[in-house]
C-alpha cells in the first residue's frame, strides 16, 4: 500500500489521539489492575487517562472528547447506555447550560457602556482608583454571574481606555497590563464567591448531593466563601499596580473620550431595564429557592424568560453558546459519578494520602492540602470546571468533612493565576494580544501565595464559626 | 491562476507581501492574502467568541484584522498601477465568516486581484484548508513561522508549488537559479523561472549537479533543453556544471544572492519522511529564497 503525504500528515496531527487510544489499549488488554481497585474501576480510570490526554493537547475537537467519554463509558467502562444517559444530564449540565446562555442574552444588550459610566463615576480618573475599581466591580460581579460574562462586558471598558492612552497600547506598558489582569484576577478571584460563579461551584454542589455528602444552601455558602472574596479584592489590586506600575497617574484624556464613546448609548432604554429586572430575579431566585427548584433549572427559567419577552433569539442561543462545553461537562460529570461508583475515586484518594502521609502526618492537614494542591495544579493545566468534575470524586473520598475539603478544592480550582488556559477571564484577556504568557508569571505566584494565604485564613478561622 | 500569501505579521513580513505581489504581477495571478492567527482550545472558544463579538459593538475587531489591514494598504502602494485596489477601502465590517475562515470583502473591486483571508489555527494546517477551497499554483511564505520541522512541512504538505521568502532582501538584485536535472518537475521549474525572469529581467543561471564527473545524458539533455527554451524566450542564460554533492554544491553556490528554484522531489512521501529530499535539505540549509515547483 502505498502512503500518500495526506495520510502522514492526518498521522502528524492526530499522533496524540493515537497516544491515547494505543495507551489505554494496551492498559486495558496487557496491564492488570493494581490490587485494592475493582476491574471496573480501573476501566474507568483508564478512560479519564485517556481523556486527560486528549483534553490537553485536543487532536479531536472538544465535542469529540464528550462523545468519546460516553461511549467508552458503555464499551470497556460496564455502563449501561442509559445509566450513562441518566448521569450525563442532571442540574449542575442544566446550569452550565443557561449560564452559557445568559451570558449570551445579557452581552447583547450593551449594559456595558452603562456599566463603564457607573464604574468611571465611582473612581474618578486616577489610575490606581480605576484599577481597583475594576478588580472590585469584576469580583462582585462575577461572584453573580460568572467571570466569562463579566471579562466579555468589562475588556471592552479597559481596551477603550487602553487605545485612548497615548503609548498605553504596548504588551511592555504597566498600564495596559494592570487594567487588564485587574479585570481576568477580579474576576477569578470573585467567581469563587457564590454557587452561580461558575460552573465548578455546581458541580461540587452535584457531587454533594449525588454522593449523600451534605448541602450547601446558595446563602450558606455565600456565608461561607464572600469574606474570602472581600478579603482578596484589595490585596489583588495591590499586586497587580506593584507588580504592573502604570505608567500614567492620571488618564483624564482616556477617561474623557470613553465617556463621550460611551455617552453615544443614549437614554437607558424599557429593555435593558427589563433586562437587568430580569437577572435581579434570577439572583434572588437563586438565592432563594435554589434549594427546591435547582440553580439550573431557575437559570432555565431565566433564559425562557429572555425568548418570552424577546430580548434574545433562539438563533442568537445557538451561534453563540459552546454546546461542545455543555457535552463535555455532561459527560465529565457522568464518568465522575462512575468514578465513586466503581470505587475508583476512593482508590485514587487512598493513592494520594498514601503517597504523602510521610510527609505531614496529620491527617486533616493532609486531606487538604491534597485536596488544594490537587486542583490548584489541575485547573492551571485543564480548566477549573473540568478540574472539579474530575477531582471532585477523589476528594469527596478523602474521608473528613466532605463540605469542606470540596469548597476548599473549588476554591482551589480558582487559583489558576499562573497561564492562560487556567480560567475563562485569563484566556479574553490573553487573545487581546496585549499581555504576554510572562505577565501571567510574574504576577500569578503572588497571587496564588495570597490565595492561599486569605483560604487557611477563612478555613482556620472563619469556617469553624459559621460551619 | 491563483496564489496563496502567508504572512506573520506587520514587523516581518513586508518582504514576502512585496515578493508576493511581485510574483504574481509577472503571472498576472490573482493573490489571496492569508493570515493564520492563534486557535485557542475548545474550552476557551465560547467565552472568546462572546468576548469578541462584544468588542466588535466598540470598533474593537477580531485580533489578525489589523495585519490584513496593514498588508491592504501596503499591497495598495506595491500596486500603485492596481486601479480597483487603489480605489477599494478595508472596512472591518466587511469580514465575513465562512468555511472556519474570516474573508474580508472589498465592495469597491469588482475582478480586483486581491483577496483577503484571517484564519486560525496551526500554520500548515490552515493552509491546506485554504489551498483546497480553490485552485492554487503557488503559495508564499516567509519561513519564519511555523513548526519544529518547517521545510519538511511545507515542502511536503502543501499541495502546490511553494516560495519560501526566507531571508528575501528586495533591496538586493538576485539573480535566478534554475536546478536543473532530468526529472519531469524541472520542465515546469524552468517554465516557472522564465515567466519571472521576463517580467522582472532577473539573470538567468542553470546549475546541473552530479555526484561523478560523468555528466549522463538526462542531465545533459535537460540543461540543453532548459536553455533552448529560456533563449527562445529571449531570456539571456548562464550554464554551469559541477560535480559533488548536490545539496552542498546548491548551497555554496546559491550563497544569499540567488533565488533558487527547483523541481519537487519524486521520492515517496515515507523516504522523504525520514530521510529528507533535495527542496527539504537545500531548504534547511540555505540562507536564500527557494522555489520549489510541484
Given at each position: 500500500m502505498r502512503i500518500s503525504a495526506d495520510m502522514i500528515f492526518w498521522l502528524q496531527q492526530k499522533r496524540w489521539l493515537l497516544i491515547a487510544f494505543s495507551l489505554g489499549a494496551v492498559l486495558y488488554h496487557f496491564v492488570p489492575g493494581p490490587t485494592g481497585l475493582s476491574l471496573e474501576g480501573y476501566h474507568i480510570l483508564?478512560?479519564?487517562?485517556?481523556?486527560?490526554?486528549?483534553?490537553?493537547?485536543?487532536?479531536?475537537?472538544?465535542?469529540?472528547?464528550?462523545?468519546?467519554?460516553?461511549?467508552?463509558?458503555?464499551?470497556?467502562?460496564?455502563?449501561?447506555?442509559?445509566?450513562?444517559?441518566?448521569?450525563?444530564?442532571?442540574?449542575?449540565?442544566?446550569?452550565?447550560?443557561?449560564?452559557?446562555?445568559?451570558?449570551?442574552?445579557?452581552?447583547?444588550?450593551?449594559?456595558?457602556?452603562?456599566?463603564?459610566?457607573?464604574?468611571?463615576?465611582?473612581?474618578?480618573?486616577?489610575t490606581w482608583r480605576i484599577v481597583a475599581g475594576f478588580t472590585a466591580i469584576s469580583a462582585i460581579l462575577s461572584s453573580f454571574v460568572g467571570p466569562h460574562m463579566v471579562t466579555a462586558m468589562m475588556l471592552p471598558v479597559a481596551l477603550?481606555?487602553?487605545?485612548?492612552?497615548?503609548?498605553?497600547?504596548?504588551?511592555?506598558?504597566?498600564?495596559?497590563?494592570a487594567l487588564l489582569f485587574s479585570i481576568a484576577y477580579g474576576a477569578t478571584v470573585g467567581s469563587i464567591g457564590t454557587p452561580s460563579g461558575g460552573g465548578r461551584n455546581v458541580i461540587m454542589m452535584?457531587?454533594?448531593?449525588?454522593?449523600?455528602?451534605?448541602?450547601?444552601?446558595?446563602?450558606?455558602?455565600?456565608?461561607?466563601?464572600?469574606?474570602?472574596?472581600?478579603?482578596?479584592?484589595?490585596?489583588?489590586?495591590?499586586?497587580i499596580l506593584k507588580t504592573f506600575p502604570p505608567e500614567t497617574r492620571v488618564l483624564d484624556t482616556a477617561v474623557r473620550r470613553l465617556l463621550v464613546e460611551v455617552a453615544h448609548a443614549g437614554k437607558t432604554t424599557a429593555r435593558e431595564i427589563l433586562t437587568v429586572a430580569l437577572f435581579a430575579l434570577i439572583l434572588l431566585s437563586w438565592m432563594t429557592l435554589s434549594e427546591d427548584y435547582g440553580l439550573g433549572n431557575i437559570a432555565l427559567i431565566g433564559i425562557f424568560l429572555y425568548m418570552a419577552f424577546g430580548l434574545v433569539s433562539w438563533k442568537d442561543l445557538n451561534s453563540g453558546v459552546n454546546w461542545g462545553v455543555v457535552l463535555l461537562f455532561g459527560a465529565t460529570i457522568s464518568i465522575g459519578v462512575q468514578m465513586k461508583n466503581t470505587g475508583g475515586a476512593a482508590w485514587l484518594a487512598e493513592l494520594s494520602?498514601?503517597?504523602?502521609?510521610?510527609?505531614?502526618?496529620?491527617?486533616?492537614?493532609?486531606?487538604?492540602?491534597?485536596s488544594v494542591a490537587l486542583s490548584g495544579i489541575m485547573s492551571n493545566l485543564l480548566s477549573s470546571s473540568a478540574t472539579v468534575a474530575v477531582v471532585g470524586p477523589v476528594v469527596l473520598n478523602l474521608g473528613g468533612d466532605p463540605i469542606l475539603l470540596g469548597l476548599a478544592s473549588v476554591i482551589a480550582s480558582a487559583f489558576g493565576y499562573f497561564t492562560a488556559v487556567a480560567a475563562p477571564a485569563c484566556t479574553i484577556i490573553y487573545s487581546s494580544g496585549l499581555v504576554k504568557a510572562p505577565d501571567f508569571l510574574r504576577a500569578g505566584w503572588k497571587m496564588a501565595i495570597m490565595s492561599v494565604l486569605s483560604l487557611m485564613l477563612v478555613a482556620l478561622l472563619w469556617w469553624p464559626v459559621v460551619h | 491562476m491563483k496564489f496563496l500569501l502567508a504572512i506573520s505579521s506587520s514587523k516581518y513580513?513586508?518582504?514576502?507581501?512585496?515578493?508576493?505581489?511581485?510574483?504574481?504581477?509577472?503571472?498576472?495571478?490573482?493573490?489571496?492574502?492569508?493570515?493564520?492567527?492563534?486557535?485557542?482550545?475548545?474550552?476557551?472558544?465560547?467565552?472568546?467568541?462572546?468576548?469578541?463579538?462584544?468588542?466588535?459593538?466598540?470598533?474593537?475587531?477580531?485580533?489578525?484584522?489589523?495585519?490584513?489591514?496593514?498588508?491592504?494598504?501596503?499591497?495598495?502602494?506595491?500596486?500603485?498601477e492596481n486601479d480597483e485596489l487603489k480605489s477599494a477601502e478595508f472596512n472591518p465590517e466587511h469580514i465575513k465568516q465562512e468555511h472556519n475562515r474570516f474573508k474580508m470583502i472589498l465592495p469597491t473591486t469588482v475582478g480586483c486581484q486581491v483577496e483577503l483571508t484571517l484564519r486560525e489555527g496551526e500554520l500548515i494546517q490552515e493552509l491546506r484548508e485554504e489551498l483546497r477551497l480553490d485552485d492554487y499554483a503557488l503559495t508564499i511564505i516567509g519561513g519564519s513561522q511555523g513548526t519544529r520541522n518547517m521545510a519538511h512541512d511545507l515542502i511536503q504538505y502543501l499541495p502546490s508549488s511553494v516560495f519560501i521568502a526566507r531571508g528575501m532582501d528586495l533591496e538586493k538584485k538576485y539573480k535566478l537559479l534554475l536546478l536543473?536535472?532530468?526529472?519531469?518537475?524541472?520542465?515546469?521549474?524552468?517554465?516557472?523561472?522564465?515567466?519571472?525572469?521576463?517580467?522582472?529581467?532577473?539573470?538567468?543561471?542553470?546549475?546541473?549537479?552530479?555526484?561523478?564527473?560523468r555528466f549522463g545524458s538526462g542531465y545533459s539533455g535537460a540543461a540543453e533543453k532548459a536553455k533552448a527554451y529560456l533563449e527562445k524566450h529571449d531570456i539571456p542564460v548562464e550554464q554551469f556544471f559541477l560535480t559533488g554533492d548536490p545539496v552542498a554544491t546548491f548551497v555554496d553556490f546559491a550563497r544569499d544572492d540567488h533565488i533558487i528554484i527547483m523541481g519537487a522531489s519524486r521520492a515517496t512521501p515515507l523516504k522523504k519522511l525520514f530521510?529528507?529530499?533535495?527542496?527539504?535539505?537545500?531548504?534547511?540549509?540555505?540562507?536564500?529564497?527557494?522555489?520549489?515547483?510541484?
Open positions: 483508564i478512560i479519564i487517562l485517556m481523556t486527560l490526554i486528549l483534553i490537553l493537547k485536543e487532536p479531536v475537537p472538544l465535542p469529540a472528547i464528550a462523545l468519546q467519554l460516553i461511549f467508552w463509558q458503555v464499551i470497556i467502562g460496564g455502563s449501561t447506555p442509559n445509566e450513562v444517559g441518566s448521569y450525563f444530564m442532571n442540574d449542575a449540565v442544566f446550569f452550565i447550560m443557561g449560564s452559557l446562555m445568559l451570558a449570551v442574552a445579557i452581552v447583547s444588550q450593551g449594559l456595558d457602556k452603562r456599566m463603564a459610566l457607573g464604574i468611571i463615576r465611582i473612581t474618578g480618573n486616577q477603550t481606555l487602553i487605545r485612548f492612552t497615548p503609548r498605553s497600547g504596548k504588551s511592555s506598558s504597566g498600564l495596559t497590563a452535584n457531587y454533594w448531593a449525588e454522593f449523600g455528602s451534605g448541602s450547601l444552601s446558595y446563602l450558606q455558602w455565600m456565608k461561607m466563601v464572600y469574606p474570602m472574596v472581600l478579603i482578596e479584592i484589595p490585596i489583588t489590586a495591590f499586586i494520602v498514601g503517597f504523602l502521609q510521610s510527609v505531614i502526618p496529620n491527617i486533616d492537614a493532609l486531606r487538604a492540602v491534597v | 513580513s513586508g518582504p514576502t507581501l512585496k515578493a508576493g505581489a511581485i510574483i504574481s504581477q509577472a503571472f498576472n495571478a490573482e493573490l489571496n492574502v492569508v493570515y493564520v492567527g492563534t486557535k485557542h482550545k475548545g474550552l476557551e472558544e465560547g467565552p472568546l467568541d462572546l468576548s469578541r463579538e462584544n468588542l466588535a459593538k466598540w470598533n474593537i475587531y477580531h485580533p489578525g484584522i489589523e495585519v490584513l489591514e496593514w498588508a491592504f494598504k501596503e499591497l495598495q502602494q506595491i500596486c500603485p536543473v536535472d532530468d526529472s519531469e518537475a524541472t520542465k515546469r521549474s524552468v517554465r516557472f523561472g522564465a515567466e519571472i525572469a521576463k517580467t522582472e529581467q532577473w539573470e538567468v543561471r542553470t546549475l546541473t549537479v552530479s555526484k561523478t564527473k530521510f529528507g529530499s533535495k527542496p527539504i535539505q537545500t531548504l534547511k540549509r540555505s540562507n536564500t529564497p527557494i522555489l520549489v515547483v510541484k
